[in-house]
């Protein structure tokens, strides 16, 4: 364990030390440059504001990164020792957003209905017209002379485009739900008299119902569904992602997941998650925690995470 601990305070050494280098690397190239070539007063100015805007714009982003690393160590001090979720004036806020909350309604037709609608939702529509319009537009580009105009930029946003509508073009005719009712055809009547009788709660393009027996968890990729008697843990995690873009870091975006740990008669194991909003993780908790007949609070956990693929 020490020796872990060694290693990561080595790599955070050392990547501050790559990040002032990198800096200064590029500040003394850009005073170089614009001072051999400045041939007047304005120029030899300009060659000390540049680098100088260089290294006020690398030491903010290391003063970013630091305060979002602080902020992240304080939130989990605040989760683990249960203050996160506990405050009055956070409770007061919980408690409005649960008068005012109204579950979404369910499909009169059946389960089958609803999901399909779900996917079918106007934000999937606009993506969808989106991704067409771009891929009709470069193809309109390259189509006269495809060989003589193709770029590496023109490629991606064309290749980009047609997934993105292939993309769309899945969920609107929901391919996912198809897929999973196929799965779950020995199962699907007990499962839907369970579904029209839950609670749905509904985001943009994912959501969860909490029914009797059965919860059923769709998002844009896919639905999976598990049997309530089959849950052996059950919690939530406050999610601390820090974003970067080519090793630079660009922000720390907050979320929350409701977690369940299953298992099964024949002793199979299941993990299910969903990515909610902070007032809805707390209204999925609240009735599962009914649901089990749980008179103690679920276990809430932190969990700080990186994603190098930001697109700037």
Not at 61 to 73: G, P
Not at 82 to 87: K, L, V
Not at 91 to 107: E, G, M, V
Request: net charge positive; hydrophobic share 40%; charged share 25%.
């Amino acid at each position: 364990m020490n020796g872990l601990r060694k290693g990561v305070i080595c790599i955070k050494k050392s990547r501050v030390f790559l990040i002032f280098l990198v800096t200064a690397v590029i500040s003394l190239t850009s005073f170089f440059v614009i001072e051999t070539e400045a041939n007047s007063k304005f120029g030899h100015i300009l060659a000390f504001v540049v680098p100088a805007a260089i290294m006020l714009v690398g030491t903010g982003l290391y003063i970013e990164e630091k305060c979002a690393l602080k902020k992240n160590k304080a939130v989990k001090e605040e989760v683990e020792s249960g203050e996160y979720f506990s405050s009055q004036r956070w409770r007061q806020s919980y408690l409005n957003f649960k008068t005012n909350y109204s579950f979404a309604k369910i499909d009169p037709r059946g389960m089958r209905a609803d999901l399909l609608k779900n996917y079918r939702a106007p934000l999937t529509y606009g993506y969808f017209v989106f991704c067409l319009t771009i891929a009709v537009i470069f193809l309109c580009i390259l189509l006269p002379h495809p060989i003589q105009r193709m770029t590496n930029f023109r490629f991606m946003i064309f290749a980009a485009g047609i997934l993105g509508t292939g993309d769309a073009l899945r969920r609107l005719l929901g391919i996912p739900a198809r897929r999973w009712i196929k799965r779950v055809r020995n199962e699907y009547q007990r499962i839907e008299s369970s579904y029209v009788c839950g609670k749905m709660i509904k985001l943009e393009t994912s959501g969860i119902n909490i029914g009797s027996e059965y919860i059923v968890i769709y998002d844009p990729s896919r639905v999976r569904s598990f049997r309530t008697a089959d849950i052996v843990a059950a919690g939530r995690k406050v999610v601390r992602e820090n974003q970067y873009a080519d090793g630079v870091f660009i922000q720390t975006e907050q979320k929350y997941k409701v977690y369940f740990v299953t298992k099964d008669s024949s002793g199979n194991k299941g993990y299910y998650d969903m990515e909610l909003g902070l007032f809805e993780s707390e209204l999925v908790c609240d009735e599962v925690r009914e649901l089990l007949q749980r008179l103690d609070e679920l276990p809430d956990g932190f969990e700080e995470t990186v994603r190098n693929d930001v697109v700037t």
